[in-house]
């Protein structure tokens, strides 16, 4: 343990009116914030994970900077990437330039790397960081633990100037590695109740009948609740579901009886057998 | 409050977290205490139980373990008994485990415990220095006259939880019981766990830059650009999954369907060879799950078109009668006769494949069996269940000479 927790300007984050964090979360985040840790927030797709950090950096006042990680992304490239192939056409084809002899021209900082050098402290989204490579989080280990990073083609080394709040979300594609997680102040999103969900559709549908919203939000949890599923439908399949029933005029009496659309919910040919068996076992209600 | 350790109040904690699997380390565990001595806490439960969970537990299938843990050392609520405890499972039916790693373990737990006894004195020192009396907070929590106050100002709204339960009430609900490891499996964390059995190389197509020739095949030729070209970095592993269907299997039929769609959906093997048996393996394996399309069991591998380096998985239950897997002619099918025994036949697979690992959907309490014995000595045999398949995973990137007759 070499720093020391700063609580004289501590500061702290509480949600914003746009926001709903719920008081495991507001803790989380001030963690976080107060051992300069990354926060690392796991959850179903479609919990919330990537507005939440625009959420935080809102409610601190602080810039957002996003890095969204790819299946090819290195961990250096949060950093900076240095532009060789650039570099080496400038010299083969563009030498009047004259910038060829300078290797700092060539730099490009990534996300990281500008929240190190940014005057003033900022936020930090490493979104999705699962898809990348298994290796890719050991690798951002240092960096994230010293908080400065050397450019090698320069010999420039940068110390943060203002250690960045780092919110990572994963949606759990991977296993993240240990050492990597001993680092990490942890959250997790669960997965909306009822009451929640019926919430959440009403952001995305706000002019649908509330009985079909419930009827529905009813089927949607018997749904997930099925055994046997491979792949339990989530939020954004129960929002596109909806428009589904909504364009197709459907009445909230026969979302109750069958469930139609039911391709909109479940993407597996075994799954749509399991639910149909489920349904006729069922009587339809 | 639970059993207290070397005069260290809330240690027990700790230890009770890790005796229920929940895997905190000494790292992790010197973080809560400076947060603690930083007054992150306060002197709150509730706050307590946010803070300990953030710097505690990291993955969602922890979440249950710790919230039975924290009603238990916190509250007056039921003991977590009946958790399938690991050590519990492991005093039930031990299981021969290499000298090396018990010895290894041993003394990081010795470690562990040592330096973790140092550390919190020095943090309990400062901690009376900073706070009056700073390790009292313990129990006093929910009656703590500094609540919350100040921290919501106006417009600040604090979603879905009612705030007049205490936090061993909330802990008590176990809201996260649908996350256990050890009671789901579904497809997508079996495809995490097996995402993690690979050997990269690179061959095929050269279409990446390859940078540093680059540079250095152009600086060869005074700056006369040469590009450079390599094949991209793959998986080059194949993978055997070796699966026993029908009689005792049945039972678990979701979950061997639920494996073979992760193994599938996992798709970054070179190459993936599902294969069928029933009961034991004898000379032949079958490519359906019906039996009707066999392979003869010597030169398995060449019939695939894999060589030895290939990962072979077995799944099964591993019981069955014992003279089915010990004597010739035991065969379950009368019209079979097998003329070398099945454990035979078992260990020449195993010589087939250095890469190898058995996954048992039994568990582990069952597994007083002969049958279950003799092949658990052959393979390295692990519970189906996320973290049994995380440990058959690590097992199979370790080649394992297989055992001598």
């Given amino acids: 343990m070499t720093h020391i927790i700063n609580t004289d300007r501590f500061e702290r984050f509480t949600g914003t009116g746009a926001y709903v964090a719920s008081r495991d979360l507001q803790e989380a985040v001030n963690v976080a914030l107060a051992l300069s840790r990354p926060l690392l927030v796991k959850g179903e797709p479609g919990t919330g994970k990537t507005h939440l950090a625009r959420a935080v950096a809102e409610a601190l006042g602080r810039p957002l900077l996003t890095w969204h990680v790819k299946s090819t992304s290195k961990a250096q490239e949060g950093l900076y990437t240095y532009d060789a192939v650039q570099r080496l056409h400038d010299s083969r084809f563009n030498a009047a330039a004259g910038a060829v002899a300078d290797a700092r021209k060539y730099i490009r900082y990534g996300a990281l790397g500008r929240a190190f050098l940014s005057p003033e402290p900022c936020v930090v989204l490493i979104d999705e960081v699962d898809k990348a490579d298994l290796e890719f989080p050991n690798d951002l280990l240092h960096e994230l633990d010293a908080m400065s990073f050397a450019v090698y083609e320069t010999g420039d080394a940068h110390v943060a100037v203002h250690r960045p709040l780092v919110v990572i979300t994963s949606n759990n594609e991977k296993e993240l590695p240990d050492a990597f997680l001993r680092r990490c102040v942890f959250h997790f999103i669960s997965f909306p109740t009822p009451e929640q969900m019926r919430e959440i559709v009403r952001v995305h549908h706000p002019d649908l009948e509330g009985r079909l919203v419930s009827e529905a939000v009813t089927r949607f949890y018997w749904l997930r609740g099925l055994s046997g599923l491979r792949k339990p439908p989530s939020t954004s399949e129960l929002v596109d579901w909806l428009s589904a029933l909504s364009r197709g005029g459907v009445p909230a009496e026969e979302v109750a009886a069958r469930v139609p659309f039911l391709g909109a919910l479940l993407k597996k040919e075994q799954d749509l057998a399991a639910a149909a068996r489920a349904l006729a076992g069922r009587g339809g209600r | ?405």
């Fill in chain 2, 1 to 405: 409050m639970g059993a207290e350790l070397a005069g260290a109040p809330f240690l027990g904690f700790f230890y009770l977290l890790r005796a229920q699997g929940v895997p905190v380390s000494v790292r992790e565990w010197l973080t809560l205490l400076e947060c603690l001595a930083g007054g992150l806490v306060g002197a709150d439960l509730s706050r307590l139980y946010a803070v300990g969970r953030a710097v505690l537990v990291k993955r969602e299938r922890h979440l249950d373990a710790y919230d039975q843990c924290f009603a238990h050392y916190f509250g007056d609520a039921e003991p977590p008994a009946g958790l399938p405890s690991a050590l519990d499972e492991w005093l039930r039916a031990p299981l021969p485990l290499p000298a090396l790693d018990e010895e290894t373990l041993a003394r990081l737990e010795r470690l562990d415990l040592e330096g973790l006894r140092r550390r919190f004195e020095e943090r309990l020192r400062e901690q009376t220095e900073r706070h009056d009396g700073g390790s009292r907070w313990v129990g006093t929590g929910g009656t703590s006259p500094f609540g919350h106050s100040g921290r919501h100002p106006t417009g600040v709204r604090v979603g879905g939880e009612g705030r007049s339960r205490s936090a061993v009430q909330v802990a008590a609900e176990r809201r996260f019981a649908p996350y256990r490891a050890d009671l789901t499996l579904d497809t997508r964390q079996l495809s995490a766990a097996l995402r993690r059995l690979r050997a990269l190389g690179r061959d095929g197509r050269a279409d990446e830059l390859d940078l540093d020739a680059t540079i250095h095949a152009t600086a060869r030729q005074c700056g006369e650009l040469e590009v450079v070209l390599r094949p991209p970095r793959q998986n080059r592993l194949k993978l055997v999954l070796l699966m026993d269907v029908g009689g005792s299997m049945d039972d678990f039929a979701h979950l061997v369907g639920r494996l073979l769609s992760a193994a599938h959906r996992a798709h970054h093997f070179r190459a993936f060879h599902p294969l069928y048996f029933h009961n034991c393996v004898y000379e032949h394996v079958f490519r359906d799950a019906q039996l009707r399309d066999p392979l003869p069991l010597d030169d398995l591998a060449h019939a695939l078109g894999v060589d030895a380096e290939a990962r072979l998985l077995v799944l099964g239950d591993a019981h069955m009668s014992p003279y089915e897997l010990m004597s010739a002619g035991g065969a379950l099918d009368y019209r079979h006769h097998n003329l070398k025994a099945g454990l035979e036949h078992m260990r020449d697979l195993r010589a087939a494949f250095p890469w190898a690992a058995w996954l048992n959907p039994l568990p582990r309490r069952y597994w007083e069996h002969p049958t279950i014995d003799a092949l658990g000595a052959l393979f390295p045999m692990f519970e189906l269940t996320l973290e049994g398949l995380e440990g058959a995973v690590a097992a199979l990137s370790r080649r394992t000479a297989s055992p001598p007759r």
